[in-house]
């Protein structure tokens, strides 16, 4: 395993334990906006924004570029399953603002959600830790497994969006310490 790739694998950690959140916030007698928010804000910014980041715009190309497809095959697996998981967070979002509106409608429609993204994200972390991410080890020189692994040490930093990793990570922490430690 290469360094690039380990640090994929080290936001999966931190994922995963958002995804164990989700899972318990949809059991809870009650839905409450704020950590749905809170939630789906992560996701956009961590899991989305930062981690998906660096898969779309650095490592996906890469494989493209040796030779892997964006059409079908595991990249292109991967992108569509990005899709669907920002389509549940739309979901949960829209929902939690119908929550705040009193319209208790939106709560099946959030549960919903939650877990789907949770079932999603599990799966499709398996996969990559796993597949693709083993064929990206080996099919990457060392100039390119440094060159990507400074890049996305670079986006960690957050000298491009304001937020480094670790600020994310602690968010997560804080709801794994609330939902997943009583």
């Given at each position: 395993?290469?360094?690039a ?5 080290n ?6 334990q ?6 318990k916030?949809a ?5 409450d ?10 996701i956009?910014?961590?899991a ?6 660096k ?5 996906f ?6 030779g892997f497809?964006n ?5 292109a697996?991967?992108l569509h399953?990005?899709?669907l998981?920002?389509?549940f967070?739309?979901t949960m ?9 009193g319209?208790?409608?939106?709560d099946q ?9 949770a ?6 972390i398996g996969?990559?830790?796993?597949i693709?991410?083993?064929?990206a080890?080996?099919l990457m020189?060392?100039?390119?497994e440094?060159?990507?692994?400074e890049?996305f040490m ?12 670790d600020?994310?990570v602690?968010?997560?922490q804080?709801?794994v310490?609330?939902f997943?430690?009583?």
């Amino acid at each position: 395993m290469n360094r690039a790739t380990q640090n994929l694998e080290n936001d999966h950690v931190h994922i995963l334990q958002l995804t164990e959140v989700m899972e318990k916030m949809a059991k809870m007698p009650q839905l409450d906006p704020v950590y749905l928010d809170e939630v789906a804000d992560l996701i956009r910014n961590f899991a989305d924004g930062l981690h998906h980041a660096k898969e779309e715009e650095l490592l996906f190309p890469l494989m493209i570029d040796k030779g892997f497809s964006n059409q079908n095959g595991p990249v292109a697996v991967m992108l569509h399953e990005h899709v669907l998981g920002r389509n549940f967070v739309k979901t949960m979002s829209e929902g939690s603002q119908e929550l705040k509106n009193g319209n208790l409608d939106a709560d099946q429609d959030v549960r919903e959600a939650l877990i789907g993204y949770a079932t999603l994200l599990q799966a499709h972390i398996g996969k990559e830790n796993n597949i693709l991410f083993r064929l990206a080890d080996n099919l990457m020189s060392m100039p390119e497994e440094d060159q990507l692994h400074e890049q996305f040490m670079h986006l960690d930093s957050g000298r491009d969006s304001g937020s480094s990793s670790d600020i994310y990570v602690q968010r997560v922490q804080h709801l794994v310490n609330l939902f997943l430690t009583k």
